[in-house]
């Protein structure tokens, strides 16, 4: 355990730190509930449709995040803020200088602050994009092993602190497993500088959370080697815990369910003090306090949770000076400071303008200052101004770093085999690159959910051994027992192991595909899994590319190909995903120095400015291999257009067949056949679908010409396109829309069983003989 440097935060030159961040944290409640208000109540609609944003959720954490961005927070920590409380995000980095008005008057409008933080479409310095519950927790998790991945191999300066990867979370959140199993990951990792905030405000979409959850949140977090803090009290109910009695007081706040506790904090110290009369009112010490407070003085009182308390909050906050990954549980209550308060209802609830009107003017808001930093605060401006000019988070400006690329050659060398599947042959490619001192091997690092050998990663791992925080021994070695597997794990490992959890997969390429612009130095992260299962992480995928991380998806074996293996593991609707996942271009080559060219294009396509991620749907089925082509520079360039002619048709050909990947066997065997029948029908190879769709679809709304336009353009108007792809035909299936050609799709919509590739291709009709009666059936059809 290393201890993080302390930062003193500098008093200002008139009124203290307390006093100031209290009045700060007005002004950022009042900004985001003004900010959703005018969203919903003031800007025109012109499709009548409600904005939402989230008044009662942004309340109940704007202390949280006040003493965080404003006090705790230095330039080299990162935060995951709550998807619900993107207002309180906004309305603060508004105040530090780096958020303009516009944006949040056009909130959730084109062009304004978004509904929830966002790296990609918002413009104050966003570090994880939350919006999908409980992934932007998770998330940090995997950002904290990525920078002790570069510090541990001194990538990045070693004189720069470590930064606190920062979670704040709903309490709702906890409910989903992705959290659960990104702390389990966590541990195995032994995870440093992570912080999660739970804001407990016992409140969901929908109800009340369960009474005494802390309890469990608190065992699970301590049972995964967290340190646990609660925040449940503020100063002002810790005082009166010291009065005559208060020990009373608190065991009847401890015992009060949450049902009720919220059913009070709406109804206010007019409904306190009845229950407390009821309850515990006969005893003197009670009996004095309840007389010296009128029902506003109770209610206050009696909603002093930690959680809003900025002074407990930042004691709890300020005590950590560790490395140990802590969880805050601070207690809180939905709307705080809101009519709605407490309400069960409040989750989507908004302010009427009658209740907006009675806020405003608690705020001391004239009209026309509703934007204005200070408008209706106790302090002059300029101690504020002073203050936030000084505050540590922002005094770097804009947090995102670059890096230069990584020379990749052209093509990756091609191995050389008689036949060979592409996933072999992936194999084969990464272990030739790890035998080398290249900067492209340096800086690749890969991952699997427990596939490492299975999705040939082995030799890979072999050469350059398991990345561990320790040195670890093989054990097996040690006793001399014979291996395939040389596993070496320590610091300096470059493969990133873990358990059977595809969501913990697609966070981890996220995390480690964002670190040129985290912390400064670009990595080229690959992903292995089994096709099929990119569906239980289909979220996380989606969540990954959203933050424009850059990495390798390789998903293999994909398809029937896997065939003894059965239908629950062979892929259907994968090349769809691979189409219409945006922010990643999809491929499926059939023959290894295709992948090799594909590959070396995937580095580049990584590291660029309008670049992104990219998906290979590889094949354990062996091919028998291509001659190596006589123009290379050619070869190239029809592999990564998408798509090129096999057997180029003739002029006017009434017949092409359309294929994608491993069917290739079957689609030349296929075309052979109908030649004597059909001389100059087509054989197209498809390489990726989507690069081809995506440039049709381009072409059809700003005009111009497409790739596969021009491939289709010899054949006759009324031709026939037979596709076959091992996946869904809807893979293909929108050629047809090209230029009007009849398309016969052919391919897999049904769960498969477990056979031999020969067996399960004539089940499904995707074998050499289903292609050629579809050719006889489209031109008969004709």
Known sequence: MSALPIEVFPEPASGDRITILRELERKILWLSSWMIHQANHERDSRDGLKVGGHQASSASCATILTALYLSVLRPQDRIAVKPHASPIYH?????????????????????????????????????????SVGLGVAMTTFASIAQDYLRLKEMVPTHRPAGRMVAVVGDAELDEGNVFEAMLEGWKHDVRNLWWIIDYNRQSLDSVVSDRLFMRIDGIFQSMGWRVVTLKYGKKLEAAFKRPDGAALRDWIDACPNQLYSALVFKGGEAWRPRLERDIGHLPGIRALLDELDDDALGVLMTNLAGHDIEAVLEAFEAVTDDLPTCFIAYTVKGFGLPFAGHKDNHSGLMNRDQMAGFKKANRIADGQEWDHFAGLDLPAPVLKEFLARVPFAREGFRRFEDQSVPVPDALPVPTAQRMSTQEGFGRMLSELAAGESQLAERIVTTSPDVTVS????????????????????????????????????????HVELGIAEHNLFLTLAAFGLTHSLYGRRLLPIGTLYDPFIMRGLDALNYACYQDARFMLVATPSGLTLAPEGGAHQSISTPLIGIGQAGLTAFEPAFVDELAIVMAWGFRHMQ???????????????????????????????VLSGGYWLAPPAKGAPVAIVYVGAVAPEAIAAHAAILEDVPGAGLLAVTSADILHAGWRTAATSGGDSRIARLLAPLAADAVIVTVVDGHPATLSWLGAVDGHRVVPLGVDSFGQSGDIQDLYRVHGIDADAIVDAVARGLLEG
């Open 91 to 131: 309305a603060i980095q508004y105040l530090l200088g780096r958020q303009e008005q516009g944006k949040l008057e056009r909130f959730r409008a084109l062009g304004g602050a978004q509904s929830y933080p966002s790296r990609t479409k918002d413009a104050d310095d966003v570090d994880f994009s939350t919006g």
């Open 455 to 494: 999705t040939n990663l082995g030799g890979w791992v072999n050469r350059r051994g398991i990345f561990d925080r320790s040195e670890r021994h093989d054990i097996f070695r040690d006793e001399k027992v014979v291996s395939a597997q040389r596993w070496a794990m320590g610091p300096s490992g470059q």
């Open 608 to 638: 660029a400015e309008e670049g992104g991620s990219v998906y290979l749907r590889l094949s354990t089925r062996q091919l028998e291999q291509p001659a190596p082509a006589a123009d290379q520079d050619r070869r190239r360039a029809d």
